[in-house]
């Protein structure tokens, strides 16, 4: 008879907590990637411009474009165009990229770095109103220094290009998210 109980009220207390897990859920503001995601009205279309580059890092504006045209594509809320067929336009520059050595070796050699760059957008209607603007907008990312200076700055170029990837999507994310 004791089996018997235990048995039942473990079967009760195993329904319970799915319900409470399902109403917590359902509350909690939880949502995959993508849902929620909406375009500013009337804007289904979009061209995404190559990013100024303020730097002396040749190159990085069509990585940084590149990965924002990605992300914009992927995610399919709007569709990427040309500027004349565009509904707004994303612009920006990558106003720095600056490299700071975070653990040293011995003295005078590092044996990590980190790299930051740091972006300003802007979502354009082709009517010339700022749908959405960030200034500001940075990521970093370390990366390890090898005795070979190819092998350096291979590594360096990798962790710029996963901080290209993150920031288009917050970017992404973020106009998006905020209508």
């Not at 079967?11 to 929620?36: D, E, N, P, Q, T």
């Not at 590594?155 to 710029?160: C, V």
Request: proline share 1%.
């Amino acid at each position: 008879m004791t089996n018997q109980k235990q048995t039942y009220f473990g079967r009760v207390a195993v329904r319970i907590l799915a319900i409470v897990i399902s109403l917590v859920l359902s509350g909690c503001g939880y949502h995959f990637k993508g849902a929620g995601l909406k375009a500013p009205e009337g804007i289904e279309a979009i061209a995404i411009i190559v990013l100024e580059n303020d730097t002396s890092e040749s190159g990085i504006e069509s990585v940084f474009t590149g990965d924002l045209i990605y992300e914009f594509t992927r995610s399919k809320v709007v569709r990427v165009v040309s500027e004349a067929k565009a509904d707004a336009s994303l612009r920006g520059r990558i106003t720095s990229l600056d490299v700071e050595t975070i653990s040293h070796t011995t003295t005078y050699n590092s044996s990590v770095r980190r790299v930051a760059v740091t972006v300003d957008l802007s979502l354009k209607r082709v009517d010339g109103k700022v749908i959405w603007l960030t200034q500001g907008l940075s990521d970093n990312e370390p990366f390890d220094v090898s005795d070979n200076k190819l092998t350096t700055e291979s590594n360096r170029r990798a962790a710029i290009e996963v901080i290209s990837e993150r920031l288009a999507e917050k970017v992404h994310d973020r106009i998006f998210l905020d209508f």
